[in-house]
């Protein structure tokens, strides 16, 4: 069995200011991780991936995430906020073993406004 | 390459119809998922297509069903919506050899039912 837990439904931050945004998770086993982004009355865009290869992954638009299996935690980072960042934000984790059927575990999200 | 495409954008249906909704997936793409969004529910996993075949399905009742074609575009079909339908739907498409495969979303369609 498998599931997120977002810990913030809403974060507000400064334009400029860091990001951070909280996701913990549990897998029974060795979970693939991602981050996804959704704008307003759009898809969901990936951000970033954890596979196995870096416990660092290093995503699009400056966003970056950290596996860290002692805490099951996989935050999402920005050293600095843009007011484009402004969007719905999903941490999913899924069963990577070959040959499992493709299903992705969603959490609730988190919205992340940025303000002037 | 084009990316995932759903068809139609937009549908506005009342209790008791039954629609159908129609996504293509990425060239070479062999797998293809349904998601559910709702503000209460969040996003739900329907069902995953792989190679023709239903591989996986979430909990939903059986009034929502699917197929996925020898071309691997796929369609989901509604019977007797209710108004709880009422929903933004995602497809995503991917290779389909793990389950850590990334998946990619189409724009969705959304539904409402009346």
């Known amino acids: 069995a498998q599931s997120v837990t977002q810990l913030d439904s809403h974060v507000s931050v400064s334009e400029g200011t860091p990001v951070l945004l909280r996701c913990n998770y549990s897998?029974?086993?060795?979970?693939?991780l991602f981050w996804y982004v959704q704008h307003p009355n759009k898809g969901l865009q990936l951000l970033l991936k954890?596979?196995?290869?870096?416990?660092l992954v290093k995503g699009i638009n400056g966003f970056e995430a950290e596996f860290k299996k002692s805490e099951t935690s996989f935050h999402l980072t920005k050293p600095s906020a843009h007011m484009s960042d402004a969007a719905e934000y999903f941490c999913v984790v899924s069963d990577r073993r070959t040959g499992t059927a493709s299903k992705l575990t969603f959490g609730t999200g988190t919205r992340l406004q940025v303000t002037l | 390459k084009a990316g995932v495409t759903q068809t139609p954008r937009y549908l506005i249906k009342t209790r008791g119809q039954q629609v159908t909704l129609s996504c293509s997936p990425i060239s070479g793409h062999r797998s293809v998922s349904w998601y559910q969004q709702t503000p209460g529910q969040g996003l739900q996993f329907l069902f995953e297509?792989?190679?023709?075949?239903?591989?996986n399905k979430g909990n939903f009742p059986g009034r929502f069903s699917g197929r996925q074609f020898s071309n691997s575009r796929s369609e989901m079909n509604v019977s007797t919506l209710e108004l709880g339908d009422s929903a933004l739907y995602l497809c995503?498409?991917?290779?389909?050899?793990?389950?850590?495969?990334?998946?990619?979303f189409g724009p969705g369609t959304r539904l409402t039912v009346l």
């Open positions: 897998s029974s086993y060795s979970p693939s």
């Open positions: 954890y596979t196995s290869a870096a416990t």
């Open positions: 297509y792989f190679s023709e075949t239903q591989r």
């Open positions: 995503a498409s991917g290779p389909g050899t793990s389950g850590g495969d990334t998946q990619y």
